[in-house]
Nanobody, 119 residues
Framework: QVQLVESGGGFAQAGGSLRLSCTGS????????MGWYRQAPGKQRDMVAA??????TNYSDSVNGRFSISMDGVRAGFLQMNNLRPDDTAVYYC??????????????WGQGTQVTVSS
């Protein structure tokens, strides 16, 4: 069984920065893909950024050029958020597609971390 724990959320002023982390524990052999998603009140959960094990990245238009996704390929992934805006306020979730020991492949979600940006 794998668990993901996010950290790094909090409060920031517009123009500020935050760095989110997502760390996996359990029987992880390799992370195949990781994504960061966010959900604002009353809205659906949308993808913000994604990265594959080979390093290919993809960003939503709203964060492209401001956010940067990375991962160590072993157990942890990160989202560097710069030039934050009030409309970045949301609960941020990480998702990992993981090959577990024994090579079973499963997708896991973290519990979410709140990011609040004030104007």
């Amino acid at each position: 069984q794998v668990q993901l724990v996010e950290s790094g959320g909090g409060f920031a002023q517009a123009g500020g920065s935050l760095r989110l982390s997502c760390t996996g524990s359990g029987d992880i052999f390799r992370i195949r893909v990781m994504g960061w998603y966010r959900q604002a009140p009353g809205k659906q959960r949308d993808m913000v950024a994604a990265i594959t094990g080979s390093g290919a990245t993809n960003y939503s238009d709203s964060v492209n050029g401001r956010f940067s996704i990375s991962m160590d390929g072993v157990r942890a992934g990160f989202l560097q958020m710069n030039n934050l805006r009030p409309d970045d306020t949301a609960v941020y979730y990480c998702n990992m597609g993981i090959f577990e020991d024994g090579l079973a492949y499963n997708s896991y979600w973290g519990q979410g971390t709140q990011v609040t940006v004030s104007s």
